[in-house]
């Protein structure tokens, strides 16, 4: 499987504040996905994100708010925009591919605290 | 709207005992199944997938597919403190490159 890093680990920011979040994969892949998971609960999706175009964005989650770029086949970043304490989460980047095509396999995350 | 269901648990075994965790789901279209084990603080790791109606084995885990009854599990045998975590179910939609995940399951397993 495709080896995911991303950067930074974890940060504490300041409400109002953006944060931009990295996503390298050492192979290409076609399929590269952002998700968030709140303390205490599963893994939700925040967008799909497209080389070449626009990110495909899941309901409740906008373009404003959370912007995606996806220049080649191996990175991609999420920016956190105008932060509230209700975003402190854990964001988690995943690509597809591998063993069986449809597998996900998931970066180490980025842990997020909001004050 | 596809729904992923999972118990939240957790699910307390004895080591050695054998650990059955399960999962439902809404959608009659979804082909493919997938297990991810998370521990506290760390991110999902795919254990195994499957495709297939019936059992598919490796090493401890056994997944079991049941499309008609729109359920999926996976047993572990010879459970280890070390298994101890939170288990998550994740169904693909036929047609779809998305997965919807359930809650999961918080497995724990005493010496």
């Known amino acids: 499987s495709a080896v995911i890093s991303q950067k930074p680990s974890r940060d504490i920011c300041q409400r109002g504040t953006s944060l931009t979040i990295q996503c390298q994969v050492d192979s290409q892949v076609t399929m590269m996905f952002w998700y968030r998971q709140q303390p205490g609960q599963s893994l939700t999706l925040i967008a799909t994100?497209?080389?070449?175009?626009?990110?495909?964005?899941e309901s409740g989650f906008v373009i404003d708010k959370f912007p995606i770029s996806r220049p080649n086949l191996t990175f991609s970043t999420l920016t956190v925009s105008n932060m509230s304490p209700e975003d402190s989460s854990i964001y988690l980047c995943?690509?597809?591919?591998?063993?069986?095509?449809?597998?996900?396999?998931f970066g180490p995350g980025t842990r997020l605290l909001v004050l | 709207q596809k729904e992923v269901e999972q118990n939240s648990g957790p699910l307390s075994v004895p080591e050695g005992a054998i650990a059955s965790l399960n999962c439902t789901y809404s959608d009659r279209g979804s082909q493919s199944f997938f297990w991810y084990r998370q521990y506290s603080g760390k991110s999902p790791e795919l254990i195994m997938f499957?495709?297939?109606?019936g059992d598919k084995e490796d090493g401890r885990f056994t997944a079991q597919l049941n499309k008609a009854s729109q359920y999926v599990s996976l047993l572990i045998r010879d459970s280890q403190p070390s298994d101890s975590a939170t288990y998550l179910c994740?169904?693909?939609?036929?047609?779809?490159?998305?997965?919807?995940f359930g809650k999961g399951t918080m497995l724990l397993v005493s010496p």
């Open positions: 994100a497209n080389q070449g175009s626009e990110a495909t964005y």
């Open positions: 499957i495709y297939s109606n």
């Open positions: 994740a169904v693909l939609e036929s047609g779809y490159s998305t997965l919807t």
């Open positions: 995943s690509v597809q591919g591998g063993q069986g095509q449809e597998t996900q396999y």
